[in-house]
């Protein structure tokens, strides 16, 4: 069992910028890969970016440029800094991770982008 716990989600003006982090409280480099989600209000869950245990990263295009991702100094998190905010950007940022076959998410952050 792996708990996700996400932080650093807050109120931001348009053109802000946010870190958030996410710690598995399993401390291992064999989480297959770590990475954010997002859901807006009334919208699908959409993936954000994610990062395997190697460094590889998968990220969609519209993703690209604002959004990076990156695995601390401690095993088991996960970094995203956003940069340039929109409010389109406001959401509730899940943490995932696969891990031994199973798929894990954390609670959520809420991310609030104001205009």
């Known amino acids: 069992q792996v708990q996700l716990v996400e932080s650093g989600g807050g109120l931001v003006q348009a053109g802000g910028s946010l870190r958030l982090v996410c710690a598995a409280s399993?401390?291992?480099?064999?989480?297959?890969?770590m990475g954010w989600y997002r859901q807006a209000p009334g919208k699908q869950r959409e993936l954000v970016a994610l990062?395997?245990?190697?460094?590889?990263?998968t990220q969609p295009d519209s993703m690209k440029g604002r959004f990076t991702i990156t695995r601390g100094n401690v095993k088991g998190t996960v970094l995203l800094y956003m940069v340039n905010l929109k409010p389109e950007d406001t959401a509730v940022y899940y943490c995932n991770a696969h891990y031994r076959g199973l798929e894990y998410w954390g609670k959520g952050t809420l991310v609030t982008v104001s205009s």
């Open positions: 399993e401390r291992v480099a064999t989480i297959q890969h």
């Open positions: 990062v395997t245990h190697d460094g590889d990263i």
